[in-house]
């Protein structure tokens, strides 16, 4: 439990220094990591196929949330990017 909490801690520690756009790579990352080894690892399991929705979910709400930065930069900033 302690080692945990450290990891955790570490890890907080890490994406704290990141820039927002390094988090979200680390996220798509982590994302892409978790689909392959979900696909790698198919199982018939019902809580192995919901993992896999909420991972695209996860990524497509990672994706719409970028689009729509971008165009609020395009549309409503003095210079747009």
């Not at 790579?25 to 019902?46: G, Q, V």
């Not at 929705?53 to 409503?76: G, M, N, S, W």
């Amino acid at each position: 439990m302690i080692k945990d909490q450290v990891e955790e801690l570490i890890e907080e520690s890490y994406l704290l220094s990141l820039s927002e756009t390094e988090i979200r790579n680390y996220l798509r990352n982590f994302l892409n990591a978790c689909e392959t080894i979900l696909k790698e690892n198919i199982s018939i399991h019902d809580d192995i196929k919901i993992i896999g929705v909420k991972i695209a979910l996860l990524k497509y709400i990672q994706t719409r949330h970028q689009y729509l930065e971008f165009q609020f930069a395009v549309h409503y900033l003095p210079n747009g990017l």
